[in-house]
Every structure is written in structure tokens, then in C-alpha cells.
């Protein structure tokens, strides 16, 4: 079946750098990507969706400069999360459609001291 | 605006039946999944229902009724390892944007 590689699966940094988080569709093609927030025993939590070439699209109060999306080849999206702070320390998960499934990675769990 | 109700918690017995339901209110329907997340992992596929009325996949079975807005997911001869969170989650929007629920926990006790 469809695989949707994440990494890192694990992450601490410390407060004001930035972190990047890699997702990969490995066996087919996706033109579009979701990344997504999970605080502890709550649910996931749409962020973006992330476009081949060109502008991700945020969901409303997902601060875009603070979440940086990039998409440049139809199989990598990548999530950078810029001058991280406490706050930003989350379970981030990213996904993409191989029909009629939704695939999702297997999650960045993000520590920020 | 988009609205998905579900149980926040159940508990059941090994061997049972438990019934999941969820309720939605979402501008744009393209169908709706039923995903299983154990603590710390990734979301795995379970079901998806776009036309009305029943999937049966194995132990789980996965019900539809997009006039009413409800779904529900049927889990038979429960598991210890059924003990899980279950998301419900719709399919919306030009972009097919998946919106989950917030989740039920399910706890499945000997």
C-alpha cells in the first residue's frame, strides 16, 4: 500500500531556532499535502495544505510565516517551523491522498526548551 | 462552518459489540473516514463511505446516512487491542481537506 515517510520522528531545539520536517510519498505522487497539529488527547488539527509549485493554503489563525511550507517536487512537502518557542511543542503529522485513503506519516513529535 | 460531533470516551467489554457514532455539519461532502490512532502513532485507515448505507470490512462495519449527517462505525468481538481513539473525519472543500472530529477514546476491558 501507499507509504508516507516522516522525518524526524523525534525533535528537541531549543527556543528561537527553527525546525524542519520532511514528509515523503514513496511510492506514487502527491500533488497535494496536509500537515496537521495533535496536542495530547485531543484530535488532528488541519494546519495547511500543501500544493505541488505552488502557495500553500493556511487554515484560518495557522500563522504563515511562522509555518513555512514548501512543496517542490511531487513527492516532498516540508513543514519548517521558524523561531520556535515552548508553544510551538506539538505533534505535527503530515498526509496525502493514494485513493481513497488518506496516508499519513508517521508524526514529528516536537520539543521545544 | 464545519461542525463533527463524537463520544469523547467509551468503554466496552472483550468479545462485544460497540457502536461509534458521529454526527457532522460541514459546508461540502465528499464522503467520510473512520481512522484508529493509537497514543503516539499515525491515524490508519479503517473505512470510507461516500454513498449511504453500509460497509462491512472484517470486524468493523462503517454506516452512512448523508441526509441525516450521521455515521456510525461498528466495531464486533472486541479486543484488547481495539482499545484505541477512533476519528471520524470528512471530506470537504476544493481542496478534499480531510476535517476530523475530535475523537472517542475506547477502552476495552477483559
Known amino acids: 500500500g501507499a507509504v508516507v515517510s516522516q522525518h524526524p520522528s523525534r525533535v528537541i531545539c531549543k527556543s528561537g531556532t527553527s525546525v524542519k520536517i520532511e514528509c515523503r510519498s514513496l511510492?506514487?505522487?502527491?500533488?497535494?499535502m496536509f500537515w496537521y497539529r495533535q496536542f495530547p488527547k485531543k484530535s488532528l488539527m488541519l494546519m495547511a495544505t500543501s500544493n505541488e509549485g505552488s502557495k500553500a493554503t493556511y487554515e484560518q489563525g495557522v500563522e504563515k510565516d511562522k509555518f513555512l511550507i514548501n512543496h517542490a517536487s511531487l513527492t516532498l512537502s516540508t513543514l519548517t517551523v521558524t523561531s520556535a518557542h515552548p508553544e510551538d511543542s506539538s505533534f505535527y503529522i503530515c498526509?496525502?491522498?493514494?485513493?481513497?485513503?488518506?496516508?499519513f506519516g508517521s508524526g514529528t513529535r516536537l520539543t521545544v526548551v | 462552518g464545519q461542525n463533527i460531533d463524537q463520544p469523547t470516551e467509551m468503554t466496552a467489554t472483550e468479545g462485544a459489540i460497540v457502536q461509534i457514532n458521529c454526527t457532522y455539519q460541514?459546508?461540502?461532502?465528499?464522503?467520510l473516514f473512520w481512522y484508529q490512532q493509537h497514543a503516539g502513532e499515525a491515524p490508519t485507515f479503517l473505512s470510507y463511505n461516500v454513498l449511504d448505507g453500509l460497509e462491512e470490512k472484517g470486524r468493523f462495519s462503517s454506516f452512512l446516512s448523508r441526509s441525516k449527517g450521521y455515521s456510525y462505525l461498528l466495531l464486533k468481538e472486541l479486543q484488547m487491542k481495539d482499545s484505541a481513539s477512533y476519528l471520524c473525519?470528512?471530506?470537504?472543500?476544493?481542496?478534499?481537506?480531510?476535517?476530523f472530529g475530535a475523537g472517542t477514546r475506547l477502552a476495552v476491558h477483559p
Open positions: 511510492d506514487f505522487q502527491a500533488t497535494t
Open positions: 498526509s496525502a491522498r493514494a485513493l481513497p485513503a488518506y496516508t
Open positions: 473525519a470528512v471530506l470537504s472543500g476544493g481542496y478534499n481537506k480531510l476535517i
Open positions: 460541514t459546508s461540502g461532502f465528499n464522503g
